[in-house]
């Protein structure tokens, strides 16, 4: 998932996390509408709740709102407001959970800041949108 200290919300599409339902939350219930960077809006159409593991093996449950996103976006004020640091680094970049000390390792590709996770499901933890 990209690390967006933009977004406000936590974000999937449609397509992301397949064998996961949507389910429909306050926001969707609420008609609430995401302003995006182009300028469009876009509906809420529910949400994902996903069991996730990253890289380092540290595991979470993501509630992501599903609405029209090219790609998932990692909402960094959803994070902080969590209970955890994110640091944006040349050379260290990472999440740490300041009530377990667990830090989550972020990579940086062409500009963005990535979080390679995983969702478990039934069968084990599959790749998150086809590319974790």
């Given at each position: 998932?990209?690390?967006?200290?933009?977004?406000?919300?936590?974000?999937?599409?449609?397509?992301?996390?397949?064998?996961?339902?949507?389910?429909?939350?306050?926001?969707?219930?609420?008609?609430?509408?995401?302003?995006?960077?182009?300028?469009?809006?876009?509906?809420?159409?529910?949400?994902?709740?996903?069991?996730?593991?990253?890289?380092?093996?540290?595991?979470?449950?993501?509630?992501?709102?599903?609405?029209e996103v090219s790609k998932?976006?990692?909402?960094?004020?959803?994070?902080?407001?969590?209970?955890?640091?994110?640091?944006?680094?040349?050379?260290?970049?990472?999440?740490?959970?300041?009530?377990?000390?667990?830090?989550?390792?972020?990579?940086?590709?062409?500009?963005?800041y990535l979080l390679k996770?995983?969702?478990?499901?039934?069968?084990?933890?599959?790749?998150?949108?086809?590319?974790?």
């Open positions: 998932m990209a690390v967006d200290s933009g977004a406000t919300e936590t974000v999937v599409n449609t397509e992301s996390a397949k064998n996961v339902p949507t389910v429909s939350g306050p926001a969707s219930k609420a008609g609430v509408k995401y302003a995006l960077a182009n300028g469009e809006t876009v509906d809420n159409e529910g949400e994902k709740h996903m069991v996730m593991s990253s890289s380092e093996g540290v595991n979470r449950l993501v509630t992501a709102q599903v609405t998932p976006l990692l909402s960094v004020s959803k994070m902080v407001n969590a209970g955890n640091t994110v640091v944006f680094s040349k050379d260290n970049s990472y999440i740490y959970d300041e009530a377990t000390g667990e830090v989550m390792n972020l990579e940086e590709r062409n500009g963005m996770l995983w969702i478990r499901s039934s069968s084990g933890f599959q790749g998150f949108g086809g590319n974790p």
